[in-house]
């Protein structure tokens, strides 16, 4: 049977007929659907992990304990996890451990644009990169038979396009191959310098033995795989890029197309490059594959001619190798610019009013929907780095200059501060940091999409569980000065502000109030505006809610679009806003 699936629900799908029994993952786009998809599968056990880090430490005790595992993340949350990750590629595996990242070039969602194929190449693991969802499947498949015969995690590399567009997939039947036998075997698995020297051995034996494997094997399977068209032009691509390269040129161009992305071949793309007469290797942000050819003596070309720089596209690669345009469809009229805003009723608008006018001068902010608050008319963000920085940096700019302490502080959101805010507060408690944080409780994670986190009380299925209470942490790692506010009152929120920024030592603000597009959540019916009594002051345009414009000089609330939060007509200094 076949089925049109998502890049990501098609991954999942492959986890569940290669008999992953463990996925553990925290969300992040362009990766989140993969582990959400899983989790429908009863046969398969699912969680969200506070981490990324702490997912793959799960992951990999489920391997050594012999259940197959996996776990997903985007590009930055490999970062997070990169400390388990190196180290697991000298331990080693018992039952298969897969690992998903899923890059975004273009910065769709992201902070930045970062190629993880150097991961691979630096932790020395094995990665497949799939082109479509038919790929997604057979490849997670793949991944764990590789790991299993070459005692290795393997890493499955995605893009945006890929995880996140549609191709038809064949389904096969689950195969659970049982619980493999654990043996205690300290040299494998305890990785002390006495037995980490002898491991590093292993390691580059095995990227040779891994190598030969690309070069011969994996063509032989359809992993690596050569198409002879035209010869006048060869290309060497892997991934989405394989897909618009094939749009692009055609038969005008002979393939080389590699889903092992590393270790790459060596003489297979000496081979191809030989019979073609001009070699172009298509590849998204770094020149990974090009180094690797002009390092090997393959002479291509690449970056020279395409870009360090997004996302590819057919019409690209149409205009540098063919020198021809490829028509795109217009519309006939200019269509404005739509940045992303707070959703109309969002908790965060409140918070930031507040400290907009409560003499805040500086917020270190974190990621999540509330960096948006950065955005004007709220403009309320200075630094946003990665998880957790918020807290850390803020501590860091308060010790470089303690006279702005009482006018600054840092901003994070509950799942946020879960993943990594913790540590950054225990060293503002334990090192004496007049620091103000404020958690966004929002109760939900929900830039990645409304997945449940440790304070929400609920696991990925829904099941209740334990929740941590945010108000006992501060208090268990030394904050003693907590207040908790309704960032919907902009004046019990500004008070909580100030509280926090009169006291003598670290502070925590928790702004609670939940997501305003859960499904749980009542909503109050929508404000309207009395035209005769709105004097067109524009006060209410000041929070920046999509729900609000400016019609005929006066104020106007779409309907469809409010939720009656009322942080609105707290500004409205002429009752026009009811």
Known sequence: MKKLLLGNEAVARGLYEAGCRVVSSYPG???????????????????????????????????VAGARAFCAMKHVGLNVAADPLFTASYTGVNAGLVILVADDPGMHSSQNEQDSRHYAMASKIMMLEPADSEECLKYTKLAFELSE???????????????????????????????????????????????????????????????????????EIGLNSVEYNSKKIGVISAGICYDYAKEAL??????????????????????????????????????????????????????????????????????????????????????????????????????FYALKTSGVATVTGDIGCYTLGGSKPLGMIDTVLCMGASISSLHGRNKANPDAANKSVAVIGDSTFI???????????????????????????????????????????????????????????????VFVCDPYDIEQTRQAVKSALDCNGPAVVISRRPCALLKTVKHNPPLWVDAEKCRSCKMCMRIGCPAISMKDGKACIDATQCVGCNVCSQLCKFDAIV
Not at 150 to 165: G, M
Not at 174 to 182: I, S
Not at 423 to 438: E, F, K, P
């Open 29 to 63: 786009t362009p990766s989140t659907e993969v582990t959400e998809y899983a989790a429908k599968y009863d046969e398969i056990y699912s969680e969200w992990a506070p981490n990324e880090k702490v997912a793959m430490e799960v992951a990999y005790g489920a391997s």
């Open 149 to 219: 015969r070459f005692d290795t995690p393997v890493i499955i590399r995605e893009t945006t396009r890929v995880a996140h567009s549609r191709s038809v997939a064949p389904l096969a039947d689950r195969v659970d191959n049982g619980l493999k036998e654990y043996t205690k075997n300290p040299q494998k698995y305890v990785m002390a310098p006495a037995n980490a020297k002898g491991k590093h051995v292993v390691v580059e034996n095995r990227i040779v033995e891994q190598t030969a494997f690309a070069e011969k094997e994996a063509v």
């Open 250 to 351: 055609g038969d005008k161009a002979s393939y080389l197309k590699l889903g092992c992305v590393y270790p790459l071949p060596v003489e297979l793309i000496r081979s191809f490059a030989a019979e073609c007469e001009t070699v172009y290797v298509l590849e998204e942000l770094d020149d990974f594959i090009e180094t690797h050819c002009l390092k090997n003596g393959i002479q291509v070309k690449g970056k020279a001619e395409f870009s360090l720089l997004g996302e590819y596209s057919q019409s690209l690669i149409a205009k540098v190798i063919l020198g021809e345009e490829k028509p795109c469809i217009k519309a006939d009229v200019d269509v404005p610019a739509r940045p992303p805003v707070l959703c109309a009723g969002c908790p965060h608008r409140g918070l």
């Open 419 to 481: 993943h990594s805010g913790i540590t950054g507060l225990v060293n503002i408690a334990y090192n004496q940091s007049n620091s103000v944080s404020i958690i966004l409780d929002n109760s939900i994670t929900g830039m990645t999409g409304h997945q449940h986190n440790p304070t929400t009380g609920y696991t990925i299925k829904g099941d209740p569980t334990a929740a941590v209470s945010l108000e006992k942490l501060c208090e268990a790692v030394g904050i003693n000065n």
